[in-house]
């Protein structure tokens, strides 16, 4: 006999009774109520803390029973099975294997699936989508200002956009477009779409046009293999990953998991998109030492040596104090990473150019 | 450590709320919801939600009796399909055609009160006390009233913006006077948002049963102006403290060697005022609770709800903090100190033992339920 409280599912007023089991059910006495109910008419809801546990009956009856033990004892007497997740929870074993597998599930999403998925999501793209996109991240950079018109000569421009589009090609020969613009800072990147853009900064750095024409192989590459499409599905899917794991609070969370988890792969990326630059000017009979030389040059690059001085009044005034200035300049390395830091710039790296081999092959 | 409002407490005071939940017994039940959901590639979502819906309203006690909720996976399967063709609808109305696009969105926003308005209905007619069943009798109609200002008012400044800008082609040059729109129509929501939130809540509040007892709002349009201008006062607070985290963050970007690691400075300036927004949200909630529920009566008697900014805030920061350094694995200890603060905070003067069952129960289909969540409409307003 396990005291309880029993509710007879018309009023919420208590009846203090008992309950015992029967040979194939329950039976409930006290306060007036005598019932014996079927097993087949219960249900079970053990209580795992202070909460009581209760049987509901069909017409909506219940029984609180606020004795964890006793009311475990009697629905184990039942027959009552927890439902497969609580039993998994149950026993110390299963649960620890539970969270290494969870963890170690979570790891391999991390560390394979979600490349192999941004990998499978962006070759499945359509190549006008990817142009699309890429279009329109550069009109909404331009509309910002941060993407200037070119102010090299259209001659120098045409030039070096001829040699990079007559280069012979190892593999099969990828569509792209080279676009220069002015941003302040020596940068060449490539965008969704193929686009190939390269800051006049960068090739006023440069000595010649072979160095400038390695950097933007190393961009073609890029393009070639997709990079900047995969990173930002690799990027969006850490972020969703980390989100649903979250739950739905925590964006801050979800949102610095994302971010830095992406970081991580760019790597891989750039060192392929090396081996690409490398292979085309070998197969084109031009030489790397120059770009050697370029990111060398990068290296030591600061915003007060620009070339283009007169950028900065756009934001400050001629007169401006000298701390304004520098001010203007941390903003203007603030906006726009320099080369380096999107790019690995290891001594390795440099003498992998200077010798114009690979360092794996 | 006691988080708990109530501290002194005699018979003819409300009776509280108690919340049970303890972080260790809820973490078995959250890292088997997920590593199941995640091994069947969430088709085990529905009962995961069950299990974890089960738990939180079997640990709510009133008067040493809990609540129970008896929602089916199944129902909610069925319903979490429907989201999905929803969400492949939306996705794929893209790629195909623009205008395709735009009527797919308008039909899910037309249908949207119809789904939210389907969920409540669902949560609250599989939702029990002491054997009794809740309902919610509120019309379609008046779920339509009550949504159709809100979407206008969330996606009015949008649409106004998209029609006076020159077109979707080339938004190189958005015209000042679209700006200005944009600005003004901002401001109209802003000023209106109040008074719909207040109309969404006394929807919902006032048409919800209990048995045969019923819920009352008697909240006034003006009380909710006075929560809105005393948030909006909490609001520039904020915003002043994340101007002062960037400008900490710019400051230290300035420093001689921060040269090609640009991006660093930036971070964390940024997670800063991160963190400072995300306050809002706890000293919000609690006064939006405090709002909603000190004016909400059932069978005339009153609830009270006596929940503290400061005490939440704190909460929700501790939680935040070893939810970053456990790796997220404090999440379910989180939760439980949350729902053991919230949920305790609230009480009601009136007599558990009075609650008597209605004639007209019915079955409410569930494809409501999973549709307004999976679109992230978790309404904790």
Request: glycine share 8%; with cysteine; aromatic share 12%.
């Amino acid at each position: 006999m396990i005291a309880c409280r029993y509710f007879d599912g018309v009023s919420s007023r208590a009846i203090a009774a008992s309950v015992v089991a029967t040979n194939d059910g329950v039976r409930i006495t006290g306060g007036g109520v005598d019932r014996i109910v079927d097993r087949v008419g219960l249900s079970f809801a053990p209580s795992r803390g202070d909460a009581p546990s209760r049987i509901a009956f069909d017409d909506g009856a219940l029984c609180e029973i606020p004795d964890r033990a006793a009311a475990e004892s009697l629905f184990a007497a039942l027959g009552h099975r927890a439902d497969f997740g609580d039993r998994i929870a149950s026993r110390r074993s299963t649960l620890a294997l539970v969270v290494a597998g969870f963890i170690g599930i979570s790891a391999a999403l991390y560390l394979w699936g979600v490349p192999l998925a941004a990998d499978a999501i962006t070759r499945g793209m359509p190549a006008e989508w990817q142009r699309t996109f890429g279009v329109r991240v550069l009109y909404a950079l331009e509309a910002r200002g941060i993407f200037q018109p070119s102010t090299l000569s259209a001659e120098r421009r045409d030039r070096l956009r001829l040699r990079a589009q007559q280069m012979k090609f190892v593999d099969e020969r990828p569509t792209f477009d080279v676009i220069f613009r002015r941003f302040k800072v020596p940068n060449a990147f490539a965008l969704p779409g193929e686009f190939v853009v390269v800051s006049d900064e960068l090739v006023a750095l440069a000595k010649d046009d072979d160095a400038v024409l390695t950097v933007i192989a190393h961009e073609i590459g890029h393009v070639a293999h997709r990079d900047a499409m995969r990173g930002l599905m690799r990027a969006t899917l850490l972020s969703a990953l980390a989100t649903w794991y979250v739950g739905d609070a925590s964006t801050i969370a979800a949102t610095v998991a994302g971010g830095l988890g992406g970081l991580h792969y760019t790597r891989h990326d750039e060192h392929e998109a090396d081996l690409f630059a490398l292979r085309q000017m070998r197969a084109n009979h031009v030489s790397t030492q120059s770009a050697a030389d370029l990111f060398r040059s990068l290296m030591a690059w600061r915003p007060t040596m620009s070339v283009e001085r007169a950028d900065r009044s756009s934001d400050v005034p001629p007169d401006a104090k000298k701390e304004d200035v520098k001010k203007a300049d941390a903003k203007e390395r603030v906006r726009i990473p320099v080369y380096l830091s999107t790019h690995p710039a290891t001594e390795a790296r440099i003498r992998m150019f200077e010798s114009g081999v690979a360092s794996d092959e | 450590m006691t988080e708990s409002p109530i501290d002194t407490y005699s018979p003819r005071d409300a009776r509280p709320f108690v919340f049970t939940g303890t972080g260790s017994e809820y973490f078995k039940i959250w890292i088997v919801n997920l590593a199941l959901t995640l091994v069947t590639l969430g088709i085990y979502s529905p009962w995961a939600k069950v299990r974890r819906l089960r738990y939180f309203y079997g640990n709510t006690l009133l008067d040493d009796s809990p609540f129970e909720f008896h929602g089916s996976p199944w129902a909610l399967l069925k319903g979490r399909l429907v989201a999905l063709m929803l969400l492949v609808a939306y996705s794929q109305a893209g790629k195909i055609s623009t205008m395709l696009w735009f009527v797919v969105v308008a039909v899910l926003i037309a249908i949207l009160p119809w789904l939210l308005w389907r969920s409540w209905r669902f949560r609250l007619a599989n939702s029990s006390y002491r054997g009794i069943r809740f309902r919610f009798e509120g019309s379609l109609a008046g779920a339509y009233a009550t949504f159709i200002p809100l979407i206008l008012m969330v996606l009015g400044p949008t649409l106004v913006l998209v029609l006076f800008s020159s077109g979707f082609a080339a938004p190189r040059v958005i015209a000042g006077k679209a700006m200005g729109a944009y600005g003004v129509a901002i401001l109209i929501a802003l000023l209106v948002a109040p008074w719909f939130v207040y109309r969404l809540r006394a929807y919902r509040h006032r048409h919800a049963r209990l048995g045969a007892s019923a819920f009352a709002f008697n909240a006034t349009v003006g009380g909710a102006y006075r929560l809105a201008g005393m948030l909006f006062l909490t609001l520039i607070g904020v915003i002043v403290c994340s101007f002062l985290a960037a400008f900490l963050g710019g400051a230290i970007a300035s420093l001689p060697h921060y040269e090609s690691r640009s991006m660093m400075p930036i971070f964390v300036g940024s997670a800063v005022g991160y963190v400072a927004l995300l306050s809002i949200y706890p000293l919000a909630a609690a006064r939006l609770q405090n709002f909603a529920w000190n004016n909400t009566t059932l069978d005339g008697q009153s609830f009270q709800s006596r929940a503290s900014s400061l005490t939440l805030w704190g909460i929700d920061a501790t939680n935040l903090l070893l939810f970053v350094v456990t790796l997220g694995f404090y999440w379910p200890f989180a939760m439980m100190r949350r729902a053991r603060y919230r949920i305790g905070s609230l009480a009601w003067f009136g007599d558990p033992d009075t609650i008597a069952r209605s004639a007209a129960i019915g079955n409410v289909g569930a494809a409501g339920d999973e549709t307004a969540d999976l679109f992230g409409f978790e309404l904790a307003l």
